[in-house]
């Protein structure tokens, strides 16, 4: 499905990714984690093709990059929740005009396009104009446009960034009946924890460009003796405050606040 | 840990050039044009008004100096087929530009769409309007002047390539500068054109532009079809030696602003420049 072998890549003097190997399996869940700055989206976009490593090898279902990007690109859909659509385009057309990137033709993507709709229950939301969309409709509809082509792998940046619980459940929900019933992996990239741990059976820490931990939820707390993973962000991000530090603290309020 | 297997089935990289995904690029430019009155300005209204500008300033040079009657025809002729350069730019020019004012680049990098479709694509729908605008051009020429670019003859037709070729690869060149120095680079889009406009003797002669500029002037391929285009005016025969000049001009321009294009896309992946629009 995916293996990159040694991923290097620098801007200026900065090695934003140091030597990453990540592979993924067919149906796999796999959550990219690590705080700000640890290279999860140049790793996300070397892995799409959009920047080209300094060394390494990407073979994405079955093409290598960057020579095989357009082909590849035909089996995997990408979905970040900071991407817009074309925002002079109404939903359906903008799904529509997706559905023809994809290969496919006018009678097929507008079946795939309500099917999406559909499925995600957004079929109100298809002649809406894009730019009139929520952060949240417009997390559904990107997932819808990813969907359309029915991808072996499915890439997701921040896919919940900035959404409500409820909107952010039902983005998680669809999800996983995407990777239960289509067999489709996931690669998500994500700052909550929580939705890692109920998403993805396999978690990936980075940290400074490089891979610190891969396993699944529970092995690697385990291995960084924290309770959950989001204990190992903290501690990987370099904020973990060690208890002896909180009773120096003296007590604090309901919000985390030293009285 | 978990256990990964890594089929690699020997599948082919190459993905065929699609029309229908070419199709789709026109059909996404379509929908901003028609939700879009502004851009239809590039299309109906500055053609018009610079038809109506050349031709009234041709005709009144002609009734206050009495000189040949055949100025009208020569500014008409210059800013009509300055227009066919113009919008064979233009278009595809702002079709990038689309993407990038709404951060749609990297959603159209991720899909199977080749660069090459994509250029096309926008080649297409650019022609669209320009057969739009041109025409909105030619009715209003003969309408207030009775002229129309009939009148050069079949000569037309190659002076009308030339110019859709050198329109195209400087949409090329503008490209490959929004890629490497992202949206502060956006106006050379218009800036190019007008640039050419005013160093290849789009209504007069080369010998009448400044000396210190003829040089730039015959070199560029337009100056050799403007001229063209003026000797067909007055009725003589094919200009066979600017027609060829132009051609050849034109061609090593579209090989130049290719290989340009192309390493700019190479420096955009390269250093992540997609992250300019996300």
């Given at each position: 499905?995916?293996?990159?072998?040694?991923?290097?890549?620098?801007?200026?003097?900065?090695?934003?990714?140091?030597?990453?190997?990540?592979?993924?399996?067919?149906?796999?869940?796999?959550?990219?984690?690590?705080?700000?700055?640890?290279?999860?989206?140049?790793?996300?976009?070397?892995?799409?093709?959009?920047?080209?490593?300094?060394?390494?090898?990407?073979?994405?279902?079955?093409?290598?990059?960057?020579?095989?990007?357009?082909?590849?690109?035909?089996?995997?859909?990408?979905?970040?929740?900071?991407?817009?659509?074309?925002?002079?385009?109404?939903?359906?057309?903008?799904?529509?005009?997706?559905?023809?990137?994809?290969g496919m033709r006018r009678k097929a993507g507008d079946a795939a396009v309500d099917k999406g709709l559909e499925r995600f229950?957004?079929?109100?939301?298809?002649?809406?104009?894009?730019?009139?969309?929520?952060?949240?409709?417009?997390?559904?509809?990107?997932?819808?446009?990813?969907?359309?082509?029915?991808?072996?792998?499915?890439?997701?940046?921040?896919?919940?960034?900035?959404?409500?619980?409820?909107?952010?459940?039902?983005?998680?929900?669809?999800?996983?009946?995407?990777?239960?019933?289509?067999?489709t992996a996931l690669l998500v990239t994500s700052h909550n924890m929580m939705e890692v741990e109920r998403l993805c059976e396999r978690v990936v820490f980075l940290a400074a460009g490089k891979v610190v931990a891969d396993g699944s939820p529970v092995e690697v707390a385990d291995a960084f003796g924290h309770g959950d993973l989001e204990g190992v962000f903290l501690h990987l991000a370099g904020t973990v405050v060690a208890e002896d530090q909180i009773e120096d603290l003296g007590a604090l309020n309901d919000e985390g606040v030293p009285q | 840990?978990?256990?990964?297997?890594?089929?690699?089935?020997?599948?082919?990289?190459?993905?065929?050039?699609?029309?229908?995904?070419?199709?789709?690029?026109?059909?996404?430019?379509?929908?901003?044009?028609?939700?879009?009155?502004?851009?239809?300005?590039?299309?109906?209204?500055?053609?018009?008004?610079?038809?109506?500008?050349?031709?009234?300033?041709?005709?009144?040079?002609?009734?206050?100096?009495?000189?040949?009657?055949?100025?009208?025809?020569?500014?008409?002729?210059?800013?009509?087929?300055?227009?066919?350069?113009?919008?064979?730019?233009?278009?595809?020019?702002?079709?990038?530009?689309?993407?990038?004012?709404?951060?749609?680049?990297?959603?159209?990098?991720?899909?199977?769409?080749?660069?090459?479709?994509?250029?096309?694509?926008?080649?297409?729908?650019?022609?669209?309007?320009?057969?739009?605008?041109?025409?909105?051009?030619?009715?209003?020429?003969?309408?207030?002047?009775?002229?129309?670019?009939g009148e050069i003859g079949w000569g037309l037709v190659p002076i009308i390539g030339v110019l859709l070729l050198v329109g195209w690869s400087t949409s090329m060149l503008v490209i490959g500068l929004l890629l490497r120095f992202g949206q502060s680079a956006e106006i050379l889009a218009w800036a190019t054109t007008f640039t050419i406009l005013s160093v290849s003797g789009v209504f007069n002669p080369v010998e009448s532009i400044p000396g210190v500029i003829q040089p730039i002037a015959k070199v560029l391929p337009t100056t050799y079809a403007f001229s063209a285009a003026r000797d067909l005016l007055d009725g003589g025969g094919i200009p066979w030696a600017d027609l060829g000049w132009a051609t050849l001009g034109a061609f090593v321009l579209a090989g130049l602003s290719m290989l340009y294009v192309l390493r700019m896309l190479r420096i955009f992946r390269a250093r992540g420049y997609v992250t300019r629009y996300s």
């Open positions: 499905m995916l293996d990159a072998q040694g991923l290097v890549k620098a801007f200026a003097k900065v090695r934003a990714v140091d030597g990453i190997d990540l592979s993924i399996g067919a149906g796999d869940r796999v959550a990219l984690l690590g705080p700000n700055g640890a290279g999860k989206t140049t790793t996300l976009l070397m892995l799409l093709g959009a920047i080209t490593p300094d060394a390494g090898s990407i073979s994405l279902v079955g093409h290598r990059l960057p020579r095989g990007r357009s082909a590849a690109m035909g089996e995997v859909g990408f979905v970040a929740g900071y991407l817009p659509l074309p925002d002079r385009l109404r939903v359906r057309e903008a799904l529509s005009i997706f559905a023809g990137f994809y229950k957004i079929t109100h939301l298809a002649d809406r104009m894009c730019m009139e969309l929520s952060s949240g409709q417009r997390t559904l509809v990107g997932i819808v446009k990813a969907i359309l082509h029915d991808p072996e792998l499915l890439v997701l940046d921040e896919p919940t960034a900035s959404l409500d619980p409820d909107v952010a459940y039902r983005v998680r929900t669809g999800l996983l009946d995407v990777a239960a019933n289509d067999g | 840990m978990s256990a990964v297997d890594l089929p690699m089935p020997a599948s082919s990289d190459e993905v065929p050039f699609s029309w229908l995904r070419v199709r789709t690029v026109v059909r996404r430019h379509g929908y901003v044009l028609l939700r879009s009155p502004h851009r239809w300005f590039d299309i109906a209204f500055w053609p018009v008004f610079d038809v109506l500008l050349w031709g009234s300033l041709g005709a009144f040079v002609a009734q206050e100096n009495g000189v040949s009657r055949a100025t009208t025809p020569y500014l008409l002729a210059g800013i009509m087929l300055f227009h066919v350069l113009f919008q064979s730019q233009i278009a595809v020019a702002t079709g990038f530009m689309e993407e990038t004012w709404t951060r749609n680049i990297l959603n159209v990098m991720t899909t199977p769409l080749r660069e090459s479709e994509y250029i096309v694509g926008l080649a297409v729908g650019g022609l669209i309007k320009l057969v739009a605008g041109m025409g909105t051009v030619s009715l209003t020429a003969v309408a207030f002047y009775s002229f129309g670019l």
